[in-house]
């Protein structure tokens, strides 16, 4: 029997409708679904529920969301080799590969194992204040941002990549991003589009006072190091845009490529370029 796991977004106004549709698809057939015990609650189908969901024999996650849904799943997740699978509800979707009209047309091919799964780098990020050892902060898919608060005042941060120092910024902030998070953040700060197949970092600065700060890739396994320099007291790290936490000055930010990856259900009759077309580029 195939174990699915699903985590609708409760903010999502067509949620109800899609885990519906998939309670109704996988009746009778031989899939038991659960889900967490809150959602299933909130959602009225408690008889799903269950506990501690994270430590429960799973063989796959279906994430009822866009994006950042998907994300969050896949680091919560982390660590058990679970593939999640995304059902888009959300505004672009480019790791979620379900869409609204083909929703039952996909979960049969998820019963018929009629998908693969792509593997993607997740980034570590930890913070290093004085002497004190570094401390880990948490995991990213797309990109760990360093920036500021509330404040309007740049930021001073130093670079250094694998030890060496790279350059000064007097910038809002910095972008390390993986390359399935170039189309996130770092997209709209002018960083390019890089193929998920194409395994490295990008270091994109975010509204820079100067004109020599360029966005810079580099192999994924390199260490990025980001130092806090400015006497700024409003200042943060970002992980996915989800996970926030307050830095001080003297800081140091260190971004790794993590030890495992997240594995994405993917299906045939769609590519990374189709994805960019049709939802990017010319929406057609």
């Known amino acids: 029997m195939l174990m699915i796991a699903v985590f609708p977004n409760i903010d999502k106004e067509n949620a109800p409708m899609v885990l519906r549709r998939i309670v109704n698809f996988y009746q009778g057939k031989d899939v038991?679904?659960?889900?967490?015990?809150?959602?299933?609650?909130?959602?009225?189908?408690?008889?799903?529920?269950?506990?501690?969901?994270?430590?429960?024999?799973?063989?796959?996650?279906?994430?009822?969301?866009g994006d950042g849904t998907l994300l969050g799943i896949c680091r919560r997740l982390y660590e058990r080799d679970i593939p999640v699978c995304g059902i888009n509800i959300g505004t672009f979707g480019f790791l979620a590969d379900i869409e609204l009209p083909e929703i039952e047309s996909k979960l049969e091919k998820i019963i018929k194992g009629q998908y693969y799964f792509e593997e993607r780098m997740l980034v570590s990020g930890f913070v290093k204040s004085g002497e004190d050892d570094e401390r880990f902060l948490g995991h990213a898919i797309n990109d760990v941002v360093v920036t500021k608060g509330g404040v309007a005042r740049m930021l001073h941060l130093g670079l250094s990549v694998d030890g060496c120092r790279v350059m000064d910024y007097k910038a809002d902030g910095l972008i390390v991003s993986t390359a399935t998070g170039s189309t996130a953040y770092s997209l709209s700060a002018g960083g390019p589009l890089i193929n998920p197949k194409v395994k490295v970092l990008l270091l994109t600065p975010i509204c820079p006072h100067t004109f020599n700060a360029r966005p810079m890739v580099?192999?994924?396994?390199?260490?990025?190091?980001?130092?806090?320099?400015?006497?700024?007291?409003?200042?943060?790290?970002?992980?996915?845009?989800?996970?926030?936490?307050?830095?001080?000055?003297?800081?140091?930010?260190?971004?790794?490529?993590?030890?495992?990856?997240?594995?994405?259900?993917?299906?045939?009759?769609k590519n990374y370029y189709q994805t960019i077309r049709t939802k990017l580029l010319y929406n057609a």
């Open 218 to 269: 580099i192999d994924e396994n390199d260490e990025v190091r980001i130092h806090i320099a400015a006497l700024h007291q409003d200042i943060i790290v970002t992980f996915d845009g989800q996970e926030s936490f307050r830095l001080l000055p003297g800081d140091e930010v260190i971004v790794r490529k993590a030890p495992l990856p997240a594995k994405i259900v993917k299906f045939d009759d």
């Open 32 to 65: 038991k679904l659960l889900m967490p015990m809150d959602s299933a609650k909130f959602f009225d189908y408690e008889a799903y529920g269950v506990e501690d969901i994270e430590n429960h024999p799973i063989d796959m996650a279906l994430s009822i969301g």
